[in-house]
C-alpha cells in the first residue's frame, strides 16, 4: 500500500530501454538488420544489401556501446527522473481511491487524514524526503524515519477501512460497537502521527531557510519523528491485536505507488 523505493536495477533497465529505444540507436539497427535480413532472404550477404545492413547495426550497437560509456550517469540521472515521476503519478491515483473508498464508512476524519497525507506527499517531494538524496548522515537519517511514518500512517488508514467493513458484517451489536469503539481510538492517533510528520517537514522547511539554525532545527525533527514513530508502532501494535481479537483478515488492495 505503501510508497517503495527505486532500486538500482531498476534505474539501469530503464536507461537501457531508453538508450536502445532512442532513434540514434534504433533505426539505423533496425534498418540495417532489415537490409541484411533481405540479403540473406536473396542468398547475396556480400553484395550492397548486406554491406549495408552489416554497417546498419554495427553502427547502431556501436553508437549505443559509445553513449553508455561517456553517458551513461546522465542516462542513469533521466531515467531515475522518469521512474520517480512516473511513482509519483501512480501512488497520487491510488491516494485519489484510497479517498474514495474511505468515503464509504461516512467518517470526516479518515478523509482529512488522506487529505493530509496527500498534501505531505507533495512537500516530502519538494524537501527531497521522497526523491531526494541526503548531504549527510543526519539527513539521510531523517528522511528515512519520516518514509517510514508516511508509510505507516498510509498502511493504518487502510486498516481502518478493514475495521469498518468488519464492523459492518458483525450481527452482534456488542462485539460491533466494541470494534468501533477501538476503531474511533486509533484512528485519533492515527491523526497525531500525521501532526508529528508534519512538524517534521516544517522543522525541514525551516532549517533550509535559516542555515545557522539547522542543529537546533534537527534536534527537533528527531524528537517530533522519534514521538511520530513511537505513536505509529503503538497504532499498528493495537491494531495487530484488534485483528485478532476480532478475527479482522486483510483484504486485497490495489497496488500503490512508490
Known amino acids: ?19 536502445l529505444a532512442a532513434p540514434s540507436v534504433c533505426l539505423p539497427t533496425v534498418l540495417g538488420a532489415a537490409a ?13 544489401p548486406g554491406t549495408f545492413g552489416i554497417a546498419g547495426v554495427a553502427l547502431g550497437i ?13 542516462l542513469k540521472e533521466t531515467a531515475r527522473e522518469q521512474l520517480q515521476s512516473g511513482a509519483e503519478r501512480e ?31 507533495s512537500r516530502l517531494g519538494r524537501v527531497g524526503v ?21 508509510r505507516s500512517a498510509i498502511a493504518s488508514l487502510e486498516r481502518t477501512l478493514q475495521h469498518h467493513h468488519a464492523a459492518a458484517e458483525m450481527t452482534t451489536l456488542e462485539l ?13 492517533e492515527l491523526r497525531q502521527s500525521v501532526v ?37 508502532r503503538n497504532v499498528e501494535q493495537r491494531m495487530d491485536r484488534l485483528d485478532q481479537d476480532f478475527n479482522v483478515h486483510e483484504s486485497p488492495q490495489p497496488r500503490s505507488t512508490r
Open 36 to 48: 541484411l535480413a533481405m540479403a540473406l532472404i536473396f542468398g547475396n550477404p556480400g553484395g550492397m
Open 91 to 121: 501512488h497520487r491515483s491510488y491516494l485519489r481511491r484510497l479517498q474514495r473508498r474511505l468515503r464509504k464508512d461516512k467518517d470526516p476524519r479518515t478523509n482529512e487524514i488522506v487529505k493530509q497525507l496527500k498534501d505531505l506527499r
Open 62 to 74: 556501436g553508437w549505443a556501446a559509445w553513449q553508455w560509456l561517456t553517458q551513461s550517469r546522465q
Open 176 to 188: 460491533r460497537e466494541q470494534l468501533l469503539s477501538a476503531r474511533e481510538s486509533l484512528i485519533e
Open 196 to 232: 508529528h510528520l508534519a512538524a517534521t517537514l516544517d522543522h525541514l522547511q525551516a532549517s533550509a531557510l535559516e542555515p545557522g539554525r539547522q542543529s537546533e532545527e534537527l534536534s527537533r525533527m528527531r524528537d517530533e519523528l522519534r514521538m511520530g514513530l513511537d505513536v505509529a
Open 130 to 150: 521522497i526523491g531526494g538524496g541526503g548531504r549527510s548522515d543526519a539527513a539521510t537519517e531523517i528522511r528515512d524515519d519520516a518514509r517510514a511514518l508516511y
Open 1 to 19: 500500500m505503501s510508497p517503495s523505493r527505486i532500486n538500482d536495477s531498476e534505474v539501469r533497465n530503464r536507461a537501457l530501454w531508453n538508450l
